[in-house]
């Protein structure tokens, strides 16, 4: 069965240092990927997607994610953080077959330091 | 476009009542989904319709929950009678695809936050 897992529950960086969330996958064919970012007491807003072609995905707010096959690995980037990306960041993959469900992680904390 | 429209924003019950949350997708759009979105959790599909039928409701936790879509621009999930362990922030989501279109990107309303005392 298709699953997501975000290693990291809560991640703390500086203002200005880069990010990298980890995501990793288990899927039986070509995944179709996804990042949502959600602010508090907001809903979630897509980043990007994945499906085919280029395996690095260009997103909003200057968010990149690089799909990695080899390592079942679909890492969210940035590479310089803003107080504003303080957020909670949650990895899917689409479940397939004739559906289009999205199998969510359990996203990732992420704090921002002055 | 206004969005994905959720209603109410804030829900406070007392067990036992019946709740009502509301949903109005984006216009054009074939597919809504609901989640529940707890601490111990996280984010998890209850139901979700396409062209209004419900597609995949094994999600939904058990007979207290029902969800219906009569047309394509309002849906409802009520829980009946509600408990306390169902307190939980309530998604929905529409996606403008039908069935085996994966890549569609599921757009989320605000959600509705329910405490159930």
């Known amino acids: 069965a298709q699953s997501v897992t975000q290693p990291d529950i809560h991640i703390t960086v500086s203002e200005g240092a880069s990010l990298e969330l980890r995501c990793n996958y288990s899927?039986?064919?070509?995944?179709?990927l996804f990042w949502y970012v959600q602010s508090p007491g907001q809903g979630l807003q897509l980043l990007l997607k994945?499906?085919?072609?280029?395996?690095l995905v260009q997103g909003i707010k200057g968010f990149e994610a690089e799909f990695k096959r080899s390592q079942s690995s679909f890492n969210l980037r940035k590479p310089s953080v803003h107080w504003s990306d303080a957020a909670e960041y949650f990895c899917?993959?689409?479940?397939?077959?004739?559906?289009?469900?999205?199998?969510f992680g359990t996203g990732t904390l992420l704090a921002v330091q002055p | 476009d206004a969005g994905v429209i959720q209603s109410p924003r804030h829900e406070v019950t007392e067990m036992g009542q019946e709740v009502t949350l509301r949903c109005k997708p984006i216009?054009?759009?074939?597919?809504l989904f609901w989640y529940r979105q707890t601490m111990m959790r996280g984010l998890e599909l209850l139901i979700y319709?396409?062209?209004?039928?419900?597609?995949?409701d094994s999600g939904m936790p058990e007979d207290r929950f029902s969800a219906k879509m009569p047309n394509a621009s309002f849906s409802t999930l009520k829980i009946q009678p509600s408990e306390p362990r169902d307190s939980a922030v309530y998604f929905c989501?529409?996606?403008?695809?039908?069935?085996?279109?994966?890549?569609?990107?599921?757009?989320f309303g605000p959600g509705t936050r329910l405490t159930v005392l």
């Open positions: 989501a529409s996606s403008l695809g039908g069935g085996g279109s994966s890549t569609d990107t599921q757009y």
């Open positions: 899927y039986g064919a070509t995944p179709y």
């Open positions: 994945y499906f085919s072609g280029d395996t």
């Open positions: 899917a993959v689409g479940a397939g077959g004739a559906t289009n469900k999205l199998i």
């Open positions: 216009s054009g759009h074939n597919s």
């Open positions: 319709f396409n062209n209004n039928v419900p597609i995949d």
